[in-house]
């Protein structure tokens, strides 16, 4: 382990950024935080965490895939992408690295994702350890420990201090390369705050939320419970929690034409949406009662169903915070899962 | 550096032949630009056709794993991409990727059964890659059924394929109906479940079944009473899809995927998913 | 703090569904913590007994909810309206959009209501309850052993601090006291801010905002105004469907065609920047056009009367010409 003074954070990011492009969490004008590319003045944010997740950096809202001339009945192909330099994003949270691994399960399993593949190649994670959780945190849920050693280096913020544990072979490099600024120090030394954090997690109002009644062998148990009526009478349909959130990875692929070329785009897509599942032949999801279940019962059950059991939901709470009319997954599953016992 | 992105990024491919088959259903034939088969399918697989700019949208492959030369799809007129095909001329160029999604089990369950096959409208299109390739592998499977029913002759695809070629084989039956009573038909008419029953096939083979929702619902019903077994029926499904390989999300009845763990579902593994297709 | 109660309001619902009056209450439902409320149906007395509630957190706008919740009903609906929520109410009257006779309106008294992210900012993070005390809102962290007191002032939105009225349109029955029309609520102040920017600086401004925007459409599927049953932004078939924009110019694009199709017909609900989990202030795009309307073609305030012809779709030979609209300073 290694430390650093909290004053030289700003020399390791123009260090870290002088090598490769360093992203992290910065406050906009309203006092939330979204990743932005470091520069000369950009102050690392003290919030909890940012508006949009960090998924934005393997799985972009928007991303181009190909390009196409179109010319006659001629087609030209061109593989427009190219993912080949290295960066850093640094203050990620616990639950959004391990958002991650939910993500490669969907996007590494073969066939590869290629696009993805290539960014998470390139990608170095930095996470930070949740010194102050909010009240909508329930990543304990999912196993997932505020404290704990994720990505490729942890970090650890004191009083004046940061706590530096490099996880993998990347991140020993990114430790190298800041060396300058940081010291050796004893294994030990960020126990303080990890005990400290897990005495504010205890504290947590949402704490003994439990997923045990939730998994892949539960589809019948729960698709056809009343409750999912007055669980989606309210929403809205809007796209809030599914682009919010770090783990929904459902994608549209859609051509743009420029009057040049076209365009082929992927871009982020949501299930609450009515024309997510709408073809020329009919609409299996016919309401929003459909799609608001579908994207609780892939959380909680399809994708366990899957992927060995793994949720596809690492408790940040952002949907918590985000959703307009305030319904989300612990509502789901304190209604859902709380009379499953019974 | 280009790294090369698979799956995503298509194959070009090239119109060769066009057949219009019914007044809204026509059999598009597609090579690489280099004249070959654009890749090895299986029987009931599917592949994503493209116009840039029209759009993507899955098909499933029409002509048997055994043709080697070319690839085909009989689409029908309903959407945006499809009506887009319908205008286009040969020497059009598409984009093509594929193949995707679980066959039907050919090889491995159909092997030394009686076949049924069961089609309505266009969910003939499907069936044809199956129907000819256990036509080309004739000595592995029993006797070979073939029900069609549609609305009219003239939407009946296949027709001259079916009476000359197939009715003439041994141990083949094509037996077809259309849902109404035109001058130029003298074959039997009504619905393709009526039929069923009214034939009244034994139960000592295995059924698969393909057309319009209400077609197998009741095609299904009418199985069941001749004392079929759900273990013994197939279908496909068809859903909404955008990336064919299980991961765009859209796709899904309950924990299944329909481009790759289906579109060929047994009914005994459908009723273990949720009522959602 | 509401001068309404929850027990005023819980006592007229439950009376009125027991009388045959409404089979069903549209009202907040209790959530995890104080101030995530869920607007929600209610049918049964005990449901609303053990369920119902009311605070400061109330700010949801009701009025949409009413198109397609009155469909699928038999009776009427009774629906507690804040005096903001009945110009919506009204407005989608006027365009046909809501059956009057299946709702019962109850109109309640607003003190304005609270932002959650504004006491957020004051309290920190961690808040595991809320109460609404007269002195203020008693806040309870899980960092503080006390409770921290945030004045209803620091703590009201935005919205609510230049409310154009507390003086409902319409209504059935009212709760609390009637209030006036508040024509001093300053609510063009930000907009007035901006008029006077340089076209560069505000375009500076807007670019600077939207492109936060993460293209969720919160703001549109709340918003009263946006009652399309098939929007042109997701419907395949209109050529102009988009979920994503494939050009930061078209993501401007979108909030601004959206301001222009709203125009003449949004009451100003605030709905739009309430919802925007960027923070947003789209309000501001709405609230030029209603300003410019008002110098245009005088006062005019939607939802107000049931009926009124807005001064977008009524032509008059008095109307000025485009050219003055162009050639006016602080577009």
Known sequence: MRKSLLTSVDSIFSKISESMALFLPVDDPTGRANYTRWEEGKKWSEALNTVKSPKDFFFPQVEDLMKFKVSGKNIELKNTAKIDEDFVVFGVRPCDVRSFDVLDNVFLSEPRDGYYAARRKHGIIVSVACSKPSETCFCHTFGIDPAGEYGDVTVWKGENELFWKANTEKGEKVMELISEFTESCDDNAADDIKAKIEKIAEKLPLRNLSAENFGGDKTDEYFDRPEWKSLSESCLGCGTCTFVCPTCQCYDIKDFNTGKDVIRFRCWDSCMYSEFTQMSAGQPRLTQLERFRQRFMHKLVYYPANYDGMFSCVGCGRCLKSCPIHMNIVKVMKTLGGKADE | ?277 | MQRITREMLTSKAISLLNDGTVSAVLGWREGEFSYDLTPSLFYTAEDIEQNFVFNDFCGANFSKYLVTKTLGIEGKILAFLKPCDTYSFNQLLTEHRIDRSKVYVVGISCDGMADISKIRAITGDGISSISCEPDGLKVQTIYDDEPKTVSYEDAMAERCICCKSKKHVCYDELIGEEGEENPDCNRFGKVAELEAMTPDERFAFWRGELSRCIRCNACRDVCPACTCEKCVFNNPNSGAENKAPATSFEEQMFHIIRAFHVAGRCTDCGECSRVCPQHIPLHLLNRKFIKDINTFYGEYQAGKEVGSRAPLVDYTTGDLEPGQVFEREGM
Not at chain 2, 195 to 215: K, M, N, Q, V
């Open chain 2, 1 to 277: 550096m280009s790294e090369i992105f698979e799956p995503l990024v298509p194959k070009l491919g090239v119109i060769t032949e066009i057949r219009a088959e019914t007044p809204d259903i026509k059999t598009f034939r597609v090579v690489t630009p280099d004249g070959e088969k654009p890749f090895e399918h299986k029987p009931g697989q599917c592949a994503m056709l493209s116009i840039p700019g029209v759009g993507e949208a899955m098909f499933s492959i029409t002509s048997s794993p055994t043709v080697k030369e070319y690839m085909e799809f009989s689409i029908k007129k309903c959407g945006c991409v499809t009506e887009w095909l319908h205008q286009a001329e040969p020497g059009q160029m598409v984009t093509i990727r594929g193949p995707y999604g679980k066959p039907f089990p050919v090889d491995t369950e159909f092997v030394g059964k009686n076949l049924l096959f069961i089609a309505g409208g266009v969910g003939l299109a499907p069936l044809h890659s199956v129907i000819n390739y256990c036509r080309a592998n004739r000595d592995k499977y029993g006797r070979i059924d073939v029900v069609v029913g549609s609305r009219t002759k003239s939407d009946t695809l296949d027709y001259d394929e079916m009476v000359n070629e197939w009715a003439k084989e041994d141990n083949f039956g094509l037996h077809l109906t259309t849902d109404r009573s035109t001058p130029d038909w003298d074959g039997h008419v009504g619905f393709l479940p009526a039929f069923l029953t009214e034939i009244g096939f034994d139960t000592d083979r295995i059924a698969i079944l393909c057309g319009p929702p209400i077609a197998i619902k009741l095609s299904l019903a009418a199985l069941y009473e001749l004392g079929f077994d759900k273990t013994q029926v197939y279908t496909t499904l068809e859903m909404r899809m955008k990336c064919g390989i299980g991961k765009c999300g859209r796709c899904n009845v309950g924990t299944k995927y329909v481009c790759k763990d289906g579109p060929v579902f047994r009914f005994d593994e459908l009723d273990e998913l949720p009522d959602e297709y």
